[in-house]
């Protein structure tokens, strides 16, 4: 039953990714963006700029993968009447979603190529790995962000005008790639409500970085986004005639 369920989600990863023999340039791009990312932080705070890289470009990188790449997938598969032909086969919605998200991992290789030997020729193992367990949290949040906004809006085109900017500013504007230390004591607390600063506060905390809050809000802030992903994608997600 569960190789049953395995050759289901490969199935829909297959398929979904058949865009890598034609367009192989947006894996370079995403190469060479996180490549652009390390130098500027590593100009900017040497080996603590590239501290604060891998902390920052993972946590980023994880929140993009499903609040963006997946859930406009999924809005392709929607325009394309392709989620109905899914919907109509045996494939349960784990197996689908899983199958997505399977396929869009060839985002995330393109950039540990990049974060791999950074980590190694800085001693930075310790903050890549810190930061993928806890970044798997988040993760869960933007898989079920996504698949709500990609089922939630009406017109399928409109979903990447939606996640773009839900991706981009929650990468780039809260204390993700910076600590939380560097903004005013009340803006610490506030930026703690952002998915993203939250995760990112707990992998610098633990990975001995320094800290900007009890550790326990970024926790519960995390924790409530989770539960809101599933009421989200629970109250959204229609399969089969039901």
């Known amino acids: 039953m569960k190789l049953y369920y395995l050759r289901k989600v490969l199935g829909v990863a297959y398929l979904s990714s058949r865009w890598i023999r034609v367009q192989p340039m947006w894996l370079i791009q995403t190469f060479l963006v996180t ?3 390390f130098v500027i932080l590593y100009m900017w705070g040497g080996r603590y700029g590239v501290a604060n890289f891998l902390v920052g ?3 980023a990188s994880m929140w993009a993968q499903g609040v963006n790449i997946v859930a406009q997938d999924i809005a392709w598969y929607r325009m394309m009447r392709l989620y109905d032909m899914f919907v109509a086969t045996e494939l349960t919605p784990s197996a689908f979603v899983l ?4 396929s869009s991992i060839a985002f995330v290789s393109a950039e540990f190529a990049a974060y791999l030997p950074i980590a190694l020729a800085f001693d930075g193992l310790k903050y890549l790995v810190l930061s993928v367990a806890i970044g798997l949290g988040e993760l869960a949040v933007s898989l079920l962000l996504g698949l709500a906004i ?3 809006v009406s017109v399928a085109t409109n979903v990447s005008a939606v996640t773009n900017p839900i991706a981009s500013i929650l990468q780039i504007l809260p204390p993700v790639f910076y600590p939380a230390a560097m903004l005013p004591a009340a ?7 952002c998915p993203t600063a939250a995760a990112a506060e707990i992998v610098r905390q633990v990975a001995g970085i320094g800290a900007a809050v009890p550790i326990w809000i970024p926790i519960a802030s995390l924790a409530a986004w989770l539960v809101t992903g599933f009421a989200l994608s629970s109250k959204y997600m229609r399969w089969g005639l039901g």
Request: charge should be positive; hydrophobic fraction near 75%.
């Open 187 to 193: 803006a610490r607390y506030a930026a703690m409500a």
């Open 57 to 59: 470009a993972i946590i």
């Open 150 to 152: 990609a089922l939630r």
């Open 99 to 102: 199958g997505v998200f399977v």
């Open 35 to 37: 490549i652009g990312f």
